[in-house]
């Protein structure tokens, strides 16, 4: 069974934004993430390269949150003590009514 972080997989992202302390994104079907945590973003020049592309897969590990996309792009999230920004790792919206929050 899949976590509600892992259900992203195969959305698309329409738009991304950034403020100084999270990183926005909305997908097409009008889910939400942000991310408070410490990022990381390689095989990409910035966040806007990931606008209109689908989630490939997503990886989970004991300090790591991953992103994948095409052609070998990842967004990274530390999800570590030392990643920690709050006022949580990162929340996901699929409705006003249903929230999932990473601590």
Known sequence: MKT???RIEGFLISSV???FDEICFLFSNSAILIVYNSW???GAESLDFLIG???C???IEECNFSIYFEPD???GVDVSDDGYRGPEAMCLYFSKETIFVWN
């Open 4 to 6: 509600p972080f892992e």
């Open 57 to 59: 897969h997503v990886k």
């Open 40 to 42: 990381t973003l390689s």
């Open 53 to 55: 592309k689908d989630i």
């Open 17 to 19: 934004s950034r403020s």
């Open 73 to 75: 792009i990842v967004f």
